[in-house]
């Protein structure tokens, strides 16, 4: 039976250890659960915000509305000509354990994408991408309930919005649809992305099968970046920026070592990482709140229960990278709630 409750404390359900309340909280399993709690917030007029793990979110104290916990399960094969297959995936699954599950059952395309922490609902709303893969690769459609009408809608990957770090999940308006459901397109003939420099040099440049490319991307990461079980962060805190293509040539000859990649549509990606690194951050910051010494773009939580603290430190960091580089560092995770008196 799904019991909404009210004044429900956030703290365990946030990578990033803060403090906050949800006027309103309900954990749903299933479409009953999701309906019914939709009525509720919809006879008292209630803004609703799905919350799946709460790895990529910064939360204010005050969340207003109803929050919702998606917590529905399940994984159907839909499809598989042997070549490649159809799998729907509930919006409550734990990303990790989709990609384990994905590889030892041969279907291949996510091994990248290992121990990306959050839920398969929250992956198509940042688009995750890690080591070369997007999640959108992959995506044939996401199913999405329209919290204001309750209805049930299925949108293709192309009405998404995939772009780098980003979907129309994310975009104004997208807050009114919840996903419920991500259909995943995946190969049986595994076709491995491993050119990116860590992989490549973990990998000794040996190509590896789908298996040991899994295990070296998370033998990377797990060396790289601090566990949120451990250390309460979420993940990178900035994207990297995407400039013009001459902006970032002038850039270049200014610092040469500075690292661009090509991006979509002749732009550029420019290494935030460096740029942040650059400029003395690794290991800095305040007593409460620091960058990490293992990753520059991750912050570390070592006891602000605030947002505030958390945000003074990005905001820091983004006027002395603008200040040095003329670059406007965004924020990757979502910002959530009221700030509160
Ligand atoms: P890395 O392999 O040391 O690479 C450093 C940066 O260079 C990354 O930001 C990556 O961009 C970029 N890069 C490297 N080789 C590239 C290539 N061949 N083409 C295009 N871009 C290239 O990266 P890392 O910091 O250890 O992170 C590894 C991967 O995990 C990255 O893809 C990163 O985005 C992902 N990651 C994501 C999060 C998150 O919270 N979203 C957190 C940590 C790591 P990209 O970031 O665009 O890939």
């Known amino acids: ?9 956030l703290a365990d359900h946030n990578t990033l250890g803060l403090q906050a309340s949800a006027e309103w909280f309900a954990s749903v399993r299933n479409r009953e ?12 007029q209630l803004p609703v915000r799905a919350l799946g793990e709460g790895s990529n979110v910064i939360l204010h104290p005050r969340l207003p509305g109803l929050v919702l916990h998606m917590a529905t399960r399940g994984v159907q094969l839909r ?8 799998l729907r995936c509930a919006a409550g699954e734990n990303w ?7 590889c030892e059952q041969g279907l291949h395309g ?30 044939v459609g996401v199913e999405v ?7 049930v809608e299925y949108l293709p990957a192309g009405d998404c919005g995939f772009g780098y770090r980003t979907s129309r999940f994310k975009q104004a308006g997208g807050e009114n649809l919840l996903i419920t459901a991500v259909d995943l397109r995946l190969d049986r003939e595994a076709s491995l992305c491993w050119d990116y420099p860590s992989l490549k040099a973990a990998l000794n440049n040996t190509s590896p099968t789908p298996e040991e490319l899994m295990q070296t991307v998370m033998a990377v990461r797990t060396q790289r970046l601090p566990d949120p079980a451990v250390v309460p962060n979420v993940g990178s805190f900035f994207k990297n920026p995407i400039v013009s293509a001459d902006f970032a040539e002038t850039l270049g000859t200014r610092y040469p070592a500075l690292p661009v990649y090509p991006a979509a549509a002749g732009s ?23 960058v990490s010494e293992a990753h520059s773009l991750v912050l570390v939580n070592r006891g602000a229960d605030t947002a505030e603290a958390v945000l003074a430190l990005a905001s820091a960091i983004q006027a002395s990278v603008l200040d040095e580089f003329g670059v406007a560092l965004e924020l990757e995770p979502q910002l959530l709630g009221e700030a509160g008196d």
């Not at 039976?1 to 404390?9: I, L, N, Q, T």
């Not at 659960?33 to 008292?44: G, H, I, T």
């Open 110 to 139: 996510l091994e990248n994408l290992a121990l990306i922490p959050g839920s398969v609902g929250a992956a198509p709303v940042q688009n995750i991408g890690a080591y070369g893969v997007e999640l959108s690769e992959h995506v």
């Open 79 to 86: 499809k598989d000509d042997g070549r490649r297959a159809l």
């Open 96 to 102: 990790h354990q989709l990609v384990l599950w994905c």
């Open 268 to 290: 550029t990606k420019l290494s935030a990482a460096w740029m942040i690194d650059q400029l003395g951050w690794r290991g800095r910051g305040q007593r409460v709140v620091a």
């Open 33 to 44: 659960e999701l309906d019914a709690a939709l009525n509720f917030a919809s006879e008292r």
């Open 1 to 9: 039976m799904m019991a909404v409750a009210s004044g429900v404390s």
């Open 145 to 151: 309930v329209d919290v204001a009408s309750g209805a």
